[in-house]
């Protein structure tokens, strides 16, 4: 870059360009100030040009290779006077500043090659600066205090500093208290900008008088092209070289069934597909840099930005040095840390200020009108970083997916609602001449009274609706559709890393980053093998205390939520036998029964207090988690979060799926026969299934916890930010609405925080969960979670667009570990569906009563009912669970598989039980290899990589290196001269180089 120099003067003219349209207006008499009146005018292709003038003050200039610029400003009080810097013609843009004319009024600088035509002139003589001034041609930074003309001249939308050229890459904000502490963070704050200033990075402060609440200072920071081009070579950022030759995926049939799914092309592909290399300063001729202010995303420039930040020093304590903007914000330092937004949602941005993307994100994504509409993920990517990008690519796949399993389950419900008139049991069950000649034993001591079978019609049939022949089918579909669902995802993210430059990716910096705790409680130091500089070090064996203490807090937590359950269990016990008495001795309750059994009302009540449970249970617990993960001083950001996704996981897995556990698995299926019951504590009889079945039961367990979880998951995702920020913005008003600026109002928002996709995903896979393990009992569970993930990604993208202030860019390739505990959780799944199948529907024991009991060959399920119920003389009863009063009956019926009470064995298990459990266990392990056969042949046959996109990364590489070559060789020419002889040597060297790295591509 070649700098500009001094000369003895400078014109005076009437002309200068408005900070926000370039049109000539007159310079008035300014008395005193300063006036902000620098601004950029053209940009050559070499060089940017910054300069600006302060009155009184310091003069700072940058100046390119090529382009021409005006720098006003005001002299002395009463004598406005400006510089020009003008130029021989180059190539550029814009038009170059013209000259003044008038009288000197003090030093100028000399022109070096200014914009398009014309020649400047240089200097004039005479004169001297206004006092007090000075010209400095080098790069320092100059706070200055600005009048109200150029705070009142900026829009309150402006994303640059006051000059109107600058872009303000990333924001801090501070409030200046009178604690005791103050002075040391003073002094901290002190250090730290100047070391950030020595990183080349340029400091704007905002004092406490002109923002909103009279209290906050801001210091805006603005990364250079300089400083761009340092640390987009050291974080390996990858720029365009070429625009690609690869054509987009071309239009099929079916993209024209979709298209009104689809977004317009320009909102759904923002930039042309490029080639691209990892960014080199001394490669800058190689890479299609158009316009220097505009080449680096703004998401690249925080990411830059974050990164000095994190790893900028802030002063020596305890002998230490420490550094970077986490620990400054975790001891309240700086109150925030964030990059800008682009600018206002509702509406699209206005010149000066670049496009405004977070406006399209809205109007083309957030907004719940576009609920049927596919997603802009490459301008989600382009805005929020990949690693949020991601999250959105898996969310909206997963939907997809949903629909075809969504579909096939709405298919077995309306199978089982078509049935449920002619299905044979039901037709029994309320047969008044079948199931109202069968009197059932009691469900509880004393209390309960006897009662006839077909007392339960309405529950019999609404159990078909689930529990039928489609139950088995839709389990094993569920098995493959869970197979495919992650073996394409594979495929989707290996197109996602060649798409989005991550095929080369290595783990973000910051995520390996020591975290400051770790580094504060380390007492000693080791050399690391790989950078072979010393760094904290902490032996296991003074961690090794805090991991017990964190596992033995996890296991107290998952005890809880265990004893949690079985309260709910005892309060079932206990209601239930209240529910019964008061339906039989409350009249206008009787008639209700036929729709509201005791049972009925026992599960509705049972399941609503159980997830009330688990959300106060949660809520603790999230706290508890973050606490304990924090006690164990993980090293890095990744193993925090690591730890910290395993005690969530177990934990949610444990709190809201123990229920289902036991109502699948446990209840009813130990609770002996009349007159043999177990107990729970000597005390509460066992819970018993319906006659037909406890699926039923699941399937309401289910509902309520997914749904009620999903609605009050979506509430608390809109409103909780949503009052959070109003209450902000509310407390903070004190001064007037016009100094309400964009940087102010960014941070009034709610911070997404680094924990803030964690939840996001959680919240996913537990779901999943809900889907996929207990699916046999449920086939609207699908349905459901498409409903629910429909409005989630609207939520969340206007969450994000809306609520929250703009999260610092980072990378990745991969969901991380949530992909193993899905895949985890698919193998799970087959099992617990094959047990559901066996053990809590109703479809084998009706196998066995069709093919190996049945006498009647027309009507083979007759008589189904009555052979699952075995018969109890009501004589034995102990006399302390019977119910009081004579009655008409000697015998009453209950569910199992048991010898009459005039056999020999009575009340032991007969033959058939032990044909169904045999039948049950073989099912389960057929299922069991039949859809794990099925998954290992479809992980087997899809490949984790598409063929077109091993083909387009072969061909990315080869042009990659091709571009290089190519680049290397004419730079090589131009160092060597016109020698042919030994030009042709080194061009069969290069040539030689590129055919091997072709050949290795390849075979690669």
Known sequence: ??????????????????????????????????????????????????????????????????????????????????????????????????????????????????????????????????????????????SFQMSEFQKNQQSKDSIFFRDGIRQIDFVLSYVDDIKKDSELKAERRKEFENNLRKTGLE??????????????????????????????????????????????????????????????????????????????????????????????????????????????PFGIED????????????????????????????????????TNE????????????????????????????????????????????LFFAAVVGLACFIYGLLSMDHNTSSTEICDPEIGGQMIMCPLCDQVCDYWRLNSTCLASKFSHLFDNESTVFFAIFMGIWVTLFLEFWKQRQAR?????????????????????????????????????????????????PWYFFS????????????????????????????????????????????????????????????????????????????????????RTYQEYESSLTLKMFLFQFVNFYSACFY?????????????????????????ECDPGGCLIELTTQLTIIMTGKQIFGNIKEAIYPLALNWWRRRKARTNSEKLYSRWEQDHDLESFGPLGLFYEYLETVIQFGFVTLFVASFPLAPLLALINNIVEIRVDAWKLTTQYRRTVASKAHSIGVWQDILYGMAVLSVATNAFIVAFTSDIIPRLVYYYAYSTNTTQPMRGYVNNSLSVFLIADFPNHTAPSG????????????????????????????????????????????????????????????????????????????????????????ENLGINSDELAKHVMIEENKAQLAKSTVYSS
């Open 663 to 687: 109502v699948a698995f446990f209840k009813g299926k130990f609770v002996g026969y009349p007159g043999g019951y177990t107990y729970l504590f000597n005390e509460w009889r066992g819970e």
């Open 496 to 544: 996602l890393e060649y798409e989005w430059d991550l095929v080369d990716f290595e783990e973000e910096q910051q995520q390996l980053q020591l975290r400051p705790e770790f580094e504060a409680m380390c007492k000693h130091r080791k050399l690391n093998a790989v950078t072979k500089e010393m760094e904290p070090y902490m032996p296991l064996y003074t961690r090794i």
């Open 886 to 973: 004579k009655r008409d009956f000697i015998t009453c019926r209950y569910r199992d598989y048991r010898h009459p009470p005039d056999d020999e064995n009575k009340y032991f298990h007969n033959m058939q039980f032990w044909h169904v459990l045999a039948a049950k266990m073989t099912f389960i392990i057929v299922m069991e290899h039949v859809v794990f056969l099925v998954k290992f042949l479809l992980a087997w046959m899809i490949p984790d990589v598409p063929k077109h996109v091993v083909e387009r990364i072969k061909r990315e590489k080869l042009m990659t290196i091709k571009i290089l070559h190519d680049f290397e060789l004419n730079k090589l020419k």
């Open 319 to 354: 002998g230490k040095k420490r550094f970077g903007i986490e620990r400054l914000l975790t001891s309240n330092t700086y109150s925030s840390a964030y990059p800008l937004h682009d600018g206002q949602y509702w509406k699209p941005s206005e010149p000066p200020n670049p």
């Open 551 to 634: 596992g033995a807090t996890v296991t107290l937590w998952m005890s809880l939520v265990i004893a949690s359950m079985v309260a709910v269990i005892v309060y079932r016990l206990s209601v239930f036998a209240t529910f019964a008495s008061f339906m039989e001795s409350d009249a206008s309750l009787k008639q209700v029964k036929s729709v509201l059994t005791p049972q009925i009302a026992t599960s509705l009540t049972g399941s609503c207090l159980n997830f009330i449970v688990i959300l106060i249970l949660n809520f603790f617990y999230e706290r508890i988690s973050a606490w304990i993960t924090k006690m164990e001083i993980p």
């Open 203 to 312: 400091l704007e402060i905002e004092d406490k008088r002109d923002s909103e609440d009279g209290r906050t200072y801001f210091v805006k920071i603005h990364a250079p092209w300089e400083v761009l081009v340092t640390y987009a070579e050291v974080l390996g950022i990858k720029m365009p070289i070429k625009e690609s030759d690869i054509p987009r995926p071309k239009h099929t049939p079916i993209s024209y069934v979709l298209g009104p799914v689809r977004l317009p092309q320009n909102v759904k592909y923002p930039h042309p597909e490029y080639f691209t290399a990892q960014f080199s300063r001394h490669r800058q001729e190689l890479f299609l840099i158009e316009d220097q202010a505009t080449f680096f995303p703004s998401s690249s420039r925080n990411r830059i930005v974050y990164y000095i930040l994190s790893r900028c």
């Open 1 to 142: 870059m070649r700098r500009p120099y001094i000369g003895r003067g400078s014109f005076k003219g009437e002309g200068f360009f408005s900070p926000t349209r370039q049109k000539k207006k007159t310079l008035p008499n300014w008395e005193g100030g300063s006036l902000p009146v620098a601004r950029r005018v053209g940009l050559g292709s070499s060089g940017s040009m910054r300069t600006w003038l302060t009155g009184g003050g310091s003069i700072r200039t940058a100046c390119g290779d090529r382009g021409g610029f005006r720098l006003e400003g005001s002299g002395s009080p009463g004598e406005p006077g400006f510089l020009v810097v003008g130029g021989s013609g180059g190539k550029g843009r814009a038009k170059p500043v013209e000259n003044g004319a008038g009288r000197p009024t003090g030093p100028g600088v000399g022109g070096s090659r200014g914009e398009t035509g014309g020649r400047g002139s240089r200097a004039g003589t005479g004169g001297s600066l206004s006092r007090g001034g000075k010209i400095a041609n080098k790069d320092i930074d100059y």
């Open 358 to 401: 977070r406006y399209i994100l809205h109007k083309n994504w957030a907004r719940f009108s576009y609920f049927y509409k596919e997603q802009p993920l490459d301008l989600i990517k382009n805005y929020y970083g990949e690693k949020i990008g991601i999250y959105f690519v898996f969310l909206g796949y997963y939907t997809e997916m």
